[in-house]
């Protein structure tokens, strides 16, 4: 388990902010030519620049949530076949049963009946429903918390050292 496979699109997040601080910064300022400013910002009122910079972050919020998920479940993932092999009897159980199949709600409540702190666990499902409902959609009124890329990462980080410290 290595927390560290979260570096990568922490610092894709954190560069594209910091690209679209510098585009916005630009444009406004009319810093460069106007040859070289993207044609959908051409003669845009600074208010419509801005309500589009922000529409930008709030989509790369999501796309970096959604990756932290994803990259975090391959982790959990990789070590799941393994210890349904050989080591954990409850991953074993779940390994017969399932295989490569295992729903991942599935392997994180073994993780919870087996960490120290357990509620790693709990918050980092808070996490993988909003991931559902960013990937599959649901209605508003059912609608989960919204987390930020920070918080995704923090709740996969602390979920995957847990497991680490674990093995």
């Not at 600074?46 to 959604?66: D, G, T, W, Y």
């Not at 392997?107 to 808070?126: C, G, H, M, N």
Request: charged share 30%; hydrophobic share 40%; proline share 6%.
């Amino acid at each position: 388990m290595n927390s560290e496979c979260l570096d990568p699109i922490m610092q894709f997040y954190d560069h594209t902010l910091s690209s679209y601080d510098v585009l916005y910064t630009n444009i406004i300022s009319r810093q460069i030519p106007a040859h070289q400013i993207p044609p959908a910002f051409i003669g845009i009122t600074p208010s419509s620049l801005n309500r589009i910079m922000q529409e930008l972050a709030k989509e790369l919020n999501r796309e970096v949530v959604l990756t932290t998920v994803a990259i975090t479940e391959n982790e959990i993932r990789l070590h799941y076949e393994g210890l349904g092999k050989k080591r954990i009897r409850e991953f074993r159980i779940l390994f017969r049963k399932y295989r490569n199949r295992a729903r991942l709600e599935d392997i994180l409540d073994e993780w919870k009946d087996l960490l120290p702190a357990p509620r790693v666990v709990s918050e980092f499902k808070q996490v993988l429903n909003h991931r559902h409902w960013l990937a599959h959609g649901r209605p508003a009124k059912r609608r989960p918390t919204e987390f930020t890329p920070s918080e995704a990462d923090l709740r996969a980080r602390s979920l995957l050292r847990a497991i680490e410290s674990y093995l």
